[in-house]
DNA sequence: AAAGTCCCCAACCGCCACTTC
DNA sequence: AGAAGTGGCGGTTGGGGACTT
């Protein structure tokens, strides 16, 4: 069938709300609730159609909102539940208290997915993203020839990029080979997790990559590296960033890759051992579930990385993690490299809060 | 001071799922 | 069973303020 009108639309103001308007929302729907949106503008004296009334109640004049800038914690969350989720907003909304879905979104497209672009992580798949040079097509097309000599002069990029790159590069390629069973056998596991997560409660789990000829998979079950299409300056500035960090990388097979941040601020690739990293709040769904499964090797730390002293007593396991008070956009992407850590999310738990 | 550009976010649009008849 | 109605969601837009030239 065809799509329903929501209202007659003749007649009816759209735009931004006057505060006349307001009140006489927020007049009817204290007095009635708001029932059926449909018959309420009428009932309401208000020009609008129902979906703009609602929008409007849910959105700016509900009493629960809160007000005001993110804070870490709930940045946090933000970033934790988006890898879990995907876009499913107002999922992540319902474990925000007083935060809105469109707030959330707005959020997220306005300064979290930036951040985490300029950080080098796929805001999509949370994945750190080796894609710079577009190794993904590189690498499979010399998956028979992979010493570092051959594969810079292949490339003919050996003056070009930073040899750490192409020494990463090069070791993705034997990990990737030497891995190649397991990175399957791991994957299985994914789909059969995933196609649990969505018998049970009906959500598109965040999908891990499959081994393929378009992936290069690292040698950690959950994080892949995946190209990118769009976001090309802010690749740019990846590039710069890597090509004038000359001693940044380092990277071991069977390590988890996360971030950490040197004297000057720029993160660095280099290997740590603790995995996934969630705040209090989702330690807490999971542990209400206990869907983890106490046998599986893939259990994981909780510390929170963002919170601060007070307001958490676990501590970073690590002593390159940094306790950030402040709040300006460039402290807020030192926190957020530390991120990473998180982005190693155990395979078997319970969703079914969330949604 | 004026013009141009960038950025944020409130609001809209269109689709989908569910309910009702 | 299926058409119609409704609420909800996620993607997108554009007005306007902030900032730059």
Known sequence: ??????????????????????????????????????????????????????????????????????SFEEEETIIQLHSILGNKWSAIAARLPGRTDNEI???????IRKRLLRMGIDPVTH??????????????????????????????????????????????LSSQRANQECIRQNHQENQLYNSQVHDQFGVQPVQLQPPSQENVTCTT???????????????????????????????????????????????????????????????????????????????FSVPSVLSTPSSSPITPLNSSSTYFNSSTEDERDSYCSNMLKFYEIPRTFNVNGYM
């Open 105 to 111: 979104k707005n959020y997220w497209n306005t300064h």
């Open 127 to 172: 994945s750190p993203r080796l894609d710079l040079l577009d190794l993904s097509s590189v690498l499979n097309s010399t998956l028979c020839n992979s010493s570092q000599s051959n594969f810079s002069r292949l490339l003919g990029i050996q003056h070009v990029v930073n040899p750490e790159i192409l020494r990463l590069a090069t070791s993705l």
């Open 221 to 299: 079950p959950s994080i892949h590296c995946t190209p990118f299409l769009d976001d090309a300056q802010l690749m740019q500035a990846n590039v710069e960033q890597f090509q004038t960090s000359p001693t940044s990388f380092s990277y071991q097979n069977t390590e988890p890759i996360v971030w950490e941040q040197n004297a000057e601020g720029i993160e660095d690739y280099a290997p740590q051992l603790d995995y996934g990293y969630f705040n209090q709040s989702i330690v807490d769904l999971l542990n209400e579930n206990q869907n983890i499964d106490s046998n599986d090797n893939q259990n």
């Open 1 to 70: 069938m065809g799509r329903a009108p929501c209202c007659e639309k003749n007649g009816l103001k759209k735009g931004p709300w006057t505060p006349e308007e307001d009140q006489k929302l927020l007049d009817y729907i204290k007095k009635h609730g708001h029932g059926s949106w449909r018959t309420l503008p009428k009932n309401a004296d208000l020009q609008r159609c129902g979906k703009s009334c609602r929008l409007r109640w849910t959105n700016y004049l509900r009493p629960d909102i809160k007000r005001g800038r993110f």
